[in-house]
């Protein structure tokens, strides 16, 4: 079955820089398209970043859009998600997701929770002011 699990999160000051990273197992990694989308205390689930199967296409939510880059590395079976200059309305348990469908997935395809199949346990990014 397709599992999918993030690392990388954590304490971290206004201003700096973490790394996530999802690693994914159970079926051809390259064929599908994948997402991160993260949850605040009180907040519903939010479109964060998303890359095509391709890895030829990036989207991005307009709050992290210039801070934040979401790429593949295809060998590894893992996405990543480069957040840079982080403020604390960062602050959000992240999860990966990715859809059930192969070689699917462009545009505001990818920015809708209910277009993805499978889910992380999310991982925890705190950033204090």
């Known amino acids: 079955q397709v599992q999918l699990v993030e690392s990388g999160g954590g304490l971290v000051q206004a201003g700096g820089s973490l790394r996530l990273s999802c690693a994914a197992s159970g079926r051809t990694f390259s064929d599908y398209a994948m997402g991160w989308f993260r949850q605040a205390p009180g907040k519903e689930r939010e479109f964060v970043a998303a890359?095509?199967?391709?890895?030829?296409?990036?989207y991005y939510a307009d709050s992290v859009k210039g801070r934040f880059t979401i790429s593949r590395d295809n060998a590894k079976n893992t996405v990543y998600l480069q957040m840079n200059s982080l403020k604390p309305e960062d602050t959000a348990v992240y999860y990966c997701a990715a859809p059930g469908r192969p070689s699917w997935g462009y545009g505001s395809d990818l920015f809708k929770d209910a277009s993805y199949d499978y889910w992380g346990q999310g991982t925890q990014v705190t950033v204090s002011s």
């Open positions: 890359i095509t199967w391709s890895g030829v296409s990036t």
